[in-house]
């Protein structure tokens, strides 16, 4: 399942550092504006615990987890949406984007120049949303006029132009589309089809150093200022350093620093279900496994994930939640207790399901 999330910000504010962290690569990241030219792809896996109780209960030979894709997109500058810097090269890179993670500065360093010379998230987000909003308008000024000879000709239904104008009047008012298109009663389905960026998921990353990670009301403010969107506080440079070092020596590391989860673990793990993903799991000798699916899906399309034969002949799902297993301690036990289920067609999955599916083709 190939969703993944683009990482959005000015020039200079952290994003390739970050995305070296993410993905362990070697991205160029230079104190200048325009450091990224092609948008960097990295897959990430999805931290989950639970995978390594399950290798050990069936002695898996491999562990899998589940997985989230970042794209590291080049720095958008005030007047992108005009083409001013590398202007909508990047746009289209977002546009390709199923969520948007907003990287934004929130530390002073003297030696790493800002764009705008100054530190502001609060300016830096309104300048990101801004050229994302101005793109928008550009795409639905062009699409309304189109739409509009199409209804006259009974080619498109009319609810769909009935959106773009919902869509287009919330944006003239500076809002995003991913915060305000239920409140305001458009249709999704349709809302897709003109693929605003705006009304993609976002995220929010503030890059910080120490002091603003332990400032609770500096954290307070920023976590308002993009509310009800998530607010994700980190100090890039540390999650850089803390991938680098063995496992052990990280845990110490991250405990030494008041921090309970690694942000790196918390933007996935965010990120995940921003995109409005689960998991199941599958587990046996050869390996242990966390399959990607959507929230809501059904037996027969998780089963789809594995191979389309799984879904095309599907039979029944043999079902125990992961939390019975372990308590259970094996499937043989589970079993025993009644904890195992035979759940059919109309069966919508549970994250942490742990499944064997029957199928005949």
Sequence with gaps: MALTIGIAGLPNVGKSTLFNALTRATVLAANYPFAT???NIGIVPLPDARLAVLSDMFHSERIVPATVSFV?????????SEGEGLGNQFLANIREADAICVVTRAFADPDVVHVEGRVDPKDDIETITTE??????QTLEKAIPRLEKEVRGRKTDATVLETARGAL????KGELLSAAADRAGLDRDHLATFQLMTSKPFIFVFNTDDAGLADDALRAELS???APAEAIFMDAKFEAELVELEEDEAREMLAESGQDEAGLDKLARVGFATLGLQTYLTAGPKESRAWTIHKGWSAPQAAGVIHTDFQRGFIKAEIVS???LVSAGSMADARARGKVRMEGKDYVMRDGDVVEFRFNV
């Design 72 to 80: 590291d997109i080049a720095g958008i500058v005030r007047g992108a």
């Design 322 to 324: 992961y939390d019975d």
């Design 37 to 39: 030219i092609e948008p």
């Design 224 to 226: 308002a200022l993009v």
């Design 169 to 172: 009047a919330l944006l003239e």
């Design 132 to 137: 994302l909003i101005l793109a928008d308008l």
